[in-house]
Nanobody, 126 residues
Framework: QVQLVESGGGLVQAGGSLRLSCAAS????????MGWFRQAPGKEREGVAA????????YYADSVKGRFTISRDNAKNTVYLQMNTLKPEDTAVYYC???????????????????WGQGTQVTVSS
């Protein structure tokens, strides 16, 4: 099992940047594919970015391509989401997710992940 704790959320003006971190407990972090999701009030949870076990493969939602970057440091058991040029529509609770994997590819969908963090609020003001 793995436990996930997100941090780094907050209030930022449009055009600003934030870096989210997700610290994973337990061993074998490198055995998990990781993802970031977000959920705005009244909306379904949606995938934002994902990264394979080694970091060789990544995925981005069209809405964040060119603005967000996902990365991981397996030595620190941490995955990051660098968010630049933030927009008001990026406002949401952001969740980190993990799923054990034997391959080296990304998972994109909510139902593909078995472990979730508690979320961190990101608010972008106009």
């Amino acid at each position: 099992q793995v436990q996930l704790v997100e941090s780094g959320g907050g209030l930022v003006q449009a055009g600003g940047s934030l870096r989210l971190s997700c610290a994973a407990s337990g061993r074998s972090f490198s055995g998990y594919a990781m993802g970031w999701f977000r959920q705005a009030p009244g909306k379904e949870r949606e995938g934002v970015a994902a990264i394979s076990r080694s970091g060789i493969s990544t995925y981005y939602a069209d809405s964040v391509k060119g603005r967000f970057t996902i990365s991981r440091d397996n030595a620190k058991n941490t995955v990051y989401l660098q968010m630049n040029t933030l927009k008001p529509e990026d406002t949401a609770v952001y969740y980190c997710a993990a799923q054990v994997q034997s391959g080296n590819y990304v998972y994109r969908r909510v139902h593909e992940y078995g472990y979730w963090g508690q979320g961190t609020q990101v608010t972008v003001s106009s």
